[in-house]
DNA sequence: AACTCGGGGCA
DNA sequence: TGCCCAGAGTT
C-alpha cells in the first residue's frame, strides 16, 4: 500500500489534471439534489440532467413526490434505466421525508441511510454537496482507481477504501478529490482500455506498468 | 455473495 | 450488435 506521502503525490497529479472537477447534477435544493443522486446510480450525471427538470416541474416537493403515481414518476424517468426501481424508490424517499423529517433531508449518513434508494455513495454524496460536509463518496471509479493505484488494499470492501482514503487526505481535501477521482476514473484511469501511455502517474503505478 | 433492475453510450 | 455503467435492495 502507498505511504501517506505517496498517496499525497498521486492524489496531488490527478488534481492538477482535473482542477475543476465537480458534481455534475444541475442539483438546487438538498431535497432535489438527493432525489437526483438517488437516480444517478448505475446512470450518468448528464442523463439524469436530461429528465430531473421537468421532474420536479410535475413533483416541486418531497410533499407532491410522496403523493405521486408511480406510473407518473416513471414515465418521466423512463430514459435513464432501472426507472422501476428509481420510481419506487423517491416516491418512498419523500414518503419517508415528510412523515419522519417534516419534509426536510436529513443531515447525517445515519438519518440519509435509512431512506429508500440511499445506500453509503448516496448519502455522502449529499451530506458533501447539499451540507458542505467534508466526505469522500466511494463508487466504483474511486474504488477502482484506488485499488490500481495501491491506495488501498486490492481486498478493501468499500467501508475500507472510504476509511483509508479519509486517513491518508487531509478533510479540507477530501469532498474536492472525491471528484477528481471520479473524473480521473471516468475519463482516464477507466474500467476498460484505461489511457496508461498517456498518464502522468504511470511512473508510480505498478498497475499501468503491467498494461504496457 | 450473487442476482436484479435497464436504457443509453460506445466500440 | 454486444457489452458495460457516478448502486441499492432482495434473497
Known amino acids: 500500500m502507498l505511504s501517506k506521502a505517496k498517496t499525497m503525490e498521486a492524489i496531488d497529479l490527478i488534481a492538477s489534471m482535473y482542477p475543476d472537477a465537480e458534481c455534475e ?21 448528464v442523463s439524469v440532467n436530461k429528465v430531473t427538470p421537468y421532474l420536479f416541474e410535475k413533483f416541486p416537493t418531497p410533499q407532491a413526490l410522496a403523493e405521486g403515481e408511480l406510473t407518473e414518476i416513471e414515465e418521466v424517468i423512463k430514459t435513464i434505466g432501472l426507472y422501476r426501481n428509481k420510481a419506487k424508490h423517491i416516491k418512498g424517499c419523500s414518503q419517508k421525508l415528510v412523515a419522519e423529517f417534516a419534509g426536510e433531508v436529513p443531515k447525517t449518513i445515519k438519518e440519509l441511510v435509512s431512506l429508500p434508494g440511499v445506500g453509503k455513495k448516496t448519502a455522502n454524496v449529499v451530506v458533501s454537496t447539499a451540507f458542505g460536509v467534508p466526505a469522500i463518496a466511494v463508487d466504483t471509479h474511486v474504488e477502482r482507481v484506488s485499488k490500481r493505484l495501491r491506495i488501498v488494499k486490492q481486498s478493501a470492501n468499500v467501508t475500507e477504501v472510504e476509511e483509508t482514503l479519509m486517513k491518508k487526505i487531509p478533510k479540507e481535501r477530501w469532498s474536492k478529490t472525491h471528484h477528481q477521482l471520479i473524473f480521473f476514473g471516468r475519463y482516464h484511469c477507466t474500467a476498460r482500455k484505461p489511457k496508461c501511455e498517456a498518464c502522468p502517474l504511470l511512473y508510480m503505478c505498478a498497475e499501468g506498468q503491467k498494461n504496457l
Open 25 to 45: 447534477l444541475v442539483h438546487k435544493n438538498p431535497f432535489e439534489l438527493l432525489t437526483a443522486v438517488i437516480l444517478s446510480a448505475q446512470t450518468t450525471d
